[in-house]
């Protein structure tokens, strides 16, 4: 049985998400009266789950949204994002080619999130890329979320492999604080979303794109 994996980080790693999550971010800043957020305030936004992201863009355009409201706005978010969940959301330059890679080598694939599952395997779904994934876990498929090592481990258990050599590759601190806390290698990708650069997070390795992805992943699986 094959014993090794690699483990994706959804937004901002395999999948540029800022367009649709800032459109559905709006929407609920909107039904308040707020002003809008940018893409690239977004992008600084996302990591923490939808919960956190809508935190985020109410201080970024006035006061605090109230923690009693939290909740209300959060289901409007996810009905609103369920129905667009990939208008504009496009896979980074490259991926393919490493998922092909990944596949062809025998290596199980699996996702590792803080959206929400149903939503991750939608807009995977959408994208054409369901066959590619043995396991994708979310922030509610046991109720915890990253930096908690627990989801790594739950993901593991779903691909099956056996305590066997595996890679996290995400694009934030809370993929490398998972990673350390999972005891696991992790690539940091410098392209995704984070207000602080990845680079200062303490990766094992770094990718610039998806085209220095490939060698890197071999290098961590067989170290």
Known sequence: MNTRAVVFDLDGT??????????????VLATRGRASVSAADVRGMVGLGARSLIRRGFAATGEAVAE??????????????????AIDSKLFPGSMQV?????????????????????????????????YFHAIVGMD??????????????????????????VMIGD???DVLMA??????????????TLKPVAECGPDYLAHSYEELWPLIEQALDS
């Open 99 to 131: 998922l092909d890679m990944c596949r062809n080598t025998g290596l199980r694939l699996g996702i590792c999130t803080n959206k929400p599952e149903a939503l991750s395997r939608a807009l995977i779904e959408s994208l054409g890329l369901s066959a």
């Open 180 to 193: 350390r806390a999972a005891g696991v290698p992790v690539i940091g990708v410098t392209f995704g979303y």
């Open 141 to 166: 498929t046991i109720s915890i979320a990253k930096p908690d090592p627990r989801i790594y481990d739950e993901t593991l258990r779903q691909l099956d492999v056996n305590g066997g050599r595996t």
């Open 172 to 174: 934030s601190e809370t």
């Open 14 to 27: 395999l999948v540029d998400t800022a367009p649709d999550l800032t459109r559905a971010t709006n929407y």
């Open 68 to 85: 009693e409201d939290i909740e209300e706005l959060f289901s409007v978010f996810l009905t609103y994002y369920a129905k667009n969940v």
